[in-house]
T-cell receptor, first 112, second 112 residues
Framework: KAGVTQTPRYLIKTRGQQVTLSCSPI?????VSWYQQTPGQGLQFLFE???????NKGNFPGRFSGRQFSNSRSEMNVSTLELGDSALYLC???????????FGEGSRLTVL | DAKTTQPNSMESNEEEPVHLPCNHS???????IHWYRQLPSQGPEYVIH???SNVNNRMASLAIAEDRKSSTLILHRATLRDAAVYYC?????????????FGKGTLLTVNP
């Protein structure tokens, strides 16, 4: 059974650019959530999707957005990148919103 | 969000039991206690969860205090592969907000 797949694994952007990260959940999982991990702030919840609907959103500015497609794949977008957006972005999927989370290996974003 | 308190770090020897404590004095009646761990360069991994009764699975045991204000994750025989950051998380099951709020976690070092 394939795990959660995140692409790209590594990317470098410059300030002001925008970035799109992709997450393919485990087959059959309809719930996808995103987290940002930095050394200073640890793991912080970004948002959660279930059946293409955003159910919860964390305390991040509007530059951070996401969506989920009918096949449960999800993307998150960060516009007007800032240096502080450099982080590991983790995606997790689960069968149900309250189910066990399965995390991907993350996309490491560096903003220069 | 209900918060948890964990020691920053703990050390253990290989093949010895490890008891990882977690305090959650503001836990509500609908909060489940979840444990996840994060191995180096990987996304978090589910370990175990429980509500009131002690729980066992192939990875670990979870002992929950009678008043639910604290819990302990027990690794019965630590191996080098158990070296990771362990997160104790409260997850509300009573509403629609199932997000995980991660704290700083406990860094477990296992000595050979």
């Amino acid at each position: 059974k394939a795990g959660v797949t995140q692409t790209p694994r590594y990317l470098i952007k410059t300030r002001g650019q925008q970035v799109t990260l992709s997450c393919s959940p485990i087959s059959g999982h309809r719930s996808v959530s995103w987290y940002q991990q930095t050394p200073g702030q640890g793991l912080q919840f970004l948002f959660e999707y279930f059946s293409e609907t955003q159910r919860n959103k964390g305390n991040f500015p509007g530059r951070f957005s996401g969506r989920q497609f009918s096949n449960s794949r999800s993307e998150m977008n960060v516009s007007t990148l800032e240096l502080g957006d450099s982080a590991l972005y983790l995606c997790a999927s689960s069968l149900r919103p309250d189910g066990e989370l399965f995390f991907g290996e993350g996309s490491r974003l560096t903003v220069l | 969000d209900a918060k948890t308190t964990q020691p920053n770090s703990m050390e253990s020897n290989e093949e010895e039991p490890v008891h990882l404590p977690c305090n959650h004095s503001t836990i509500s009646g609908t909060d489940y206690i979840h444990w996840y761990r994060q191995l180096p360069s990987q996304g978090p991994e589910y370990v175990i969860h429980g509500l009131t009764s002690n729980v066992n699975n192939r990875m670990a045991s979870l002992a929950i205090a009678e008043d639910r204000k604290s819990s302990t994750l027990i690794l019965h025989r630590a191996t080098l592969r158990d070296a990771a950051v362990y997160y104790c998380i409260l997850r509300d099951s009573g509403g629609s907000n199932y997000k995980l709020t991660f704290g700083k976690g406990t860094l477990l070092t296992v000595n050979p």
